[in-house]
């Protein structure tokens, strides 16, 4: 799942929580607590009612929870949490299961379309992973409302390094901040996957240099993300061999920017007036932002990739 470029999945803690191996079409979801805050997303002021004199902790969980809730809106009118077509996504789905897997990770889920798409296509068993409730909770409705000869077990946590695997799918689209750096994210998700897995991996890519100010605005090193034409040799740095790669088309990147900036100004409207106007103000800078510099160099591919040895 990806979430719009400034809003990735956080490095997380929370509780534990193995996935049941056993087909059918179980759909769980298990809670857990919250930690730090992702990559680059910022709300500006407090949220109301939090004084100076609160308590770290609690101004923290109600800032996550802030987080949590814009995150959700930004992506009520996308039907998953990315710039890729449905057709990509299915394409996607169907590379991942051509191996017959038994199981698989979905790292920083969002609101679960690919571990739905995976659990109705084969009996696979999910452990699909995210910290927002609300994408958890969308994500089970989804699933309730689908045949399923697989098994999905929605759990609010972090990648924590006790999921029961290896798995043989691994699935990390737009979430390599639950990792790290999209570098990181490779060689960890190397670690979980199964001899002869497959890993399905999505995230920004530079279609061009980007600009100084962007980077600043941004808060990361240009080599934070790789140049598209970069992927495969990045991969290949890992141990892993790319088989198949897409990429978000312009007009559906547009078409995602303008449902997330509707979803998080609809979001404001109905908040208290210091928080809305926050979030407003978050909204429509990240857009101008795009705008000016986005769409000339960001790019979002997406890369089925097993390990160079298979």
């Not at 790292?107 to 999910?126: K, W």
């Not at 809305?276 to 960001?298: D, P």
Request: proline content about 5%.
């Amino acid at each position: 799942m990806t979430r719009s470029p400034e809003d990735p999945v956080s490095d997380r803690t929370a509780e534990t929580g193995e996935l049941s191996a056993k087909h059918g079409s179980q759909v769980t979801c298990r809670t857990g607590s919250e930690a730090s805050a992702p990559l680059r997303e910022t709300l500006c002021g407090r949220p109301r009612n939090v004084g100076i004199a609160e308590s770290p902790v609690r101004t923290q969980n109600l800032m996550t929870a802030l987080r949590h809730r814009v995150s959700a809106a930004a992506h009520e009118q996308v039907p998953h949490a990315n710039p890729l077509s449905a057709a990509q996504m299915a394409e996607l789905v169907e590379r991942a299961i051509r191996w017959s897997p038994s199981t698989a990770l979905d790292i920083g889920c969002g609101p679960g379309d690919f571990s739905v798409g995976l659990a109705s296509r084969t009996p696979v068993g999910v452990l699909a992973i995210d910290l927002n409730p609300a994408f958890l909770e969308r994500g089970k409705s989804t699933a309730k409302g689908t045949p399923l000869v697989g098994s999905i077990a929605f759990l609010e946590r972090s990648v924590q390094g006790d999921e029961g695997g290896p798995f043989d799918v691994v699935v990390c689209i737009g979430s390599s901040g639950a990792v790290g750096s999209p570098r990181d994210a490779l060689s960890r998700c190397k670690e979980l996957m199964a001899p002869g897995g497959v890993f399905v991996f999505a995230e920004l890519v530079w279609t061009s240099e980007p600009a100084e100010g962007f980077l600043a605005f941004l808060g990361i090193e240009r080599t934070y993300f790789w140049l598209a034409s970069e992927g495969e040799a990045v991969f290949a740095q890992s141990g892993l061999s790319v088989e198949y790669e897409c990429g978000a088309s312009r007009s559906s990147w547009e078409s995602y920017e303008q449902a997330v900036l509707s979803g998080r100004l609809k979001l404001a409207a109905s908040l208290q007036p210091e928080e809305g106007e926050a979030v407003r103000n978050h909204a429509t800078t990240w857009y101008s932002n795009f705008e000016k510099h986005g769409r000339r160099c960001l790019g979002f591919n997406a890369y089925v990739a097993r390990h160079a040895e298979d």
